[in-house]
């Protein structure tokens, strides 16, 4: 074998094994950011050896034992260290035999309560936003630093430092390698969908001509919300969020042109709708809807979706349903940006006027001052009731906010538009 | 990116109609798939019957003609396939090395056409079209 193509099979393999690897060893240290150093050791030596060597028949137990040598060492230097304190030295036997016994019992643990924890640790709430995702890449994407750098347009020593204060804070701030139970899990579990949805919404905004890696942010989403929903099966929005993350996702090849120009999805050629993601989508939220209780925020929002991917064409979407479900949407998560979505939907179902007079009660709203999408929606209704000069000052105050180059020409085009003939 | 992995076991261009893998194989078979959804590469995955069951359309001169299975000249066919998301052709290789074949099996790898591998143009052409129903 190549040795390039040695190191490509090495990286598939790491890309594969990581996360579980970091998950068993973190269960033994306790502390993810050196679990984390401790597997990439292993895979330095697996780097080192296999072009030579061949790779091993089983890769994954290979790297799995290379691992625990050093996680061993590492406690057995740590013992060492802690034995020249006296109150910390006495029975360092019985230390030692329990260390062993725990860590079979942590190479023996379920794999996926493993893997919970540890995503539940990198999207722990003591971190930034910016360093969940970046810990969430690295720990349970299989990512390398630089890749995450590429994706985020962030230079490499930048990332890689973020990556590091991480890991420090988790360790300072003594962040247990848990589940959290009772009150907490439902907190924390919305934090690790945030950082999944990032993701996602990272790679969805970037346009086709972009580099390919921050598009493949979408596609690492969708496999960490694909796993989350195999790993915590009972939550019913780990489903919503997939299925959401499924249905957006199917659209991909509709809602980009080539030159970079967004497509509406009222314009968009709907057999370029990817089906098996859809299928994967109303499957998903299917499994969220059967699993009962309130509709959270992403289960809406998938539903919401599924109305689109349902209508074969634009003209058979169900929009009285839409602005329901963003009502209920508002209840649960009420924000100005799905009352405005709301004023779009309330607007197709039941005219231009309707949604104007939910658009204009949004006109006072601080955090939408620079919203383009505020003038912008708003001068789509004026021209529907023909107040074309009206619309066209709320276009061009649009093209002024948006600071995206494309929409920006799109609605000065617009504002052109609005001219009596 | 998205691969195809096409199983092709031997004998199974001449099974008679109504063949199923045994039970063993099938949960051998059902652990892997359980891993692929764990991992989240999996994104769909089939078997279909022996070719004794199916037939072929051929064409020729703007005319099809219909060949019921088995083939007497089908060296190879497939019995099943999975379709996986991953990041390289190099992970879609790992996956299926790992496949708890049997001897007589092989795994054939396809890289699926992506709207984007097209020329700028054809995707152009392809958002333009109104997807009227067909």
Request: proline share 5%; hydrophobic share 45%.
């Amino acid at each position: 074998m190549e040795e390039n193509d040695s190191h490509r099979a090495i990286e598939a393999i790491w890309r594969i094994e990581s996360a579980r690897l970091i998950g068993a060893i973190a269960r033994i240290v306790r502390d993810a950011g050196l679990a984390e150093e401790l597997a990439q050791d292993a895979l330095v030596a697996a780097l080192e050896q296999w072009p030579d060597s061949g790779i091993p028949r089983n890769p994954a137990a290979w790297l799995m034992t290379a691992a625990k040598h050093r996680a061993l060492d590492h406690l057995r230097r740590n013992k060492r260290i802690q034995t020249k304190h006296e109150e910390l030295g006495r029975d360092l036997e019985a230390r030692q035999r329990m260390a062993a016994a725990d860590l079979d019992d942590a190479l023996d643990d379920d794999i996926g309560d493993n893997l919970l924890r540890l995503i539940f640790t990198a999207c722990h709430p003591v971190l930034t936003p910016e360093a969940r995702v970046a810990l969430t890449l690295r720990l349970l994407g299989g990512l390398t630093t630089a890749e995450i750098a590429r994706a985020f347009l962030v230079a490499e020593p930048a990332l890689a430092q973020r990556i590091v204060r991480a890991k420090r804070t988790l360790t300072e701030r003594q962040v247990p390698f848990e589940v959290p139970r009772g009150e907490e899990l439902a907190n924390r579990l919305s934090s690790v969908f945030e950082v999944i949805y990032l993701i996602f919404n990272e790679g969805y905004t970037a346009t086709a001509g972009e580099d390919w890696m921050r598009v493949a942010l979408c596609e690492d989403a969708l496999r960490l919300g694909r796993m989350l929903a195999s790993l915590a099966p009972d939550e019913p929005e780990v489903h919503g969020l997939a299925a959401l993350m499924e249905i957006q996702a199917s659209r991909s090849r509709a809602r980009v042109s080539h030159l970079g120009e967004p497509i509406l999805l009222l314009a968009q050629n709907r057999a370029l709708w990817d089906q098996l993601l859809i299928h994967r989508g109303l499957a998903a939220l299917e499994r969220s809807l059967a699993l009962g209780g309130a509709r959270g925020r992403y289960t809406l929002q998938a539903a919401i979706a599924a109305c689109h991917a349902r209508a074969r064409v634009a003209e058979e979407t169900d929009w009285a349903r839409i602005a329901a479900l963003y009502a209920e949407l508002a209840a649960v998560a009420p924000s100005p940006v799905v009352e405005l979505n709301r004023a779009v939907a309330v607007s197709m179902a039941s005219g231009p006027l309707a949604g104007l007079n939910l658009v204009d009660a949004l006109l006072l709203e601080p955090s939408l001052e620079n919203y383009h999408l505020l003038p912008s929606v708003r001068g789509d209704l004026l021209a529907k009731l023909g107040r074309l000069e009206e619309a066209r000052i709320e276009f061009e105050r649009a093209a002024a906010l948006t600071g995206n180059l494309r929409e920006r020409a799109f609605l000065v085009n617009r504002a052109k538009l609005m001219k009596i003939p | 990116m998205r691969f195809m992995m096409l199983m092709l076991p031997k004998g199974y261009e001449n099974a008679a109609p109504g063949t199923l893998p045994d039970l063993k194989a099938i949960a051998t078979m059902r652990k892997y798939n359980e891993d692929l959804g764990k991992a989240g590469v999996l994104l769909a995955l089939d078997g279909v019957h022996p070719p004794s069951m199916g037939a072929r359309v051929t064409f020729s001169g703007g005319k099809a003609q219909v060949t019921d299975g088995p083939f007497a000249e089908a060296k190879e066919v497939f019995g099943g396939f999975w379709i996986l998301q991953v990041k390289s052709r190099e992970e879609a290789i790992e996956w299926a090395m790992r496949c708890p074949a049997s001897d007589n099996e092989t795994i054939e790898i396809r890289q699926v056409i992506e709207f984007t591998d097209f020329p700028a143009e054809v995707q152009a052409e392809m958002q333009k079209a109104f997807g009227e129903p067909s």
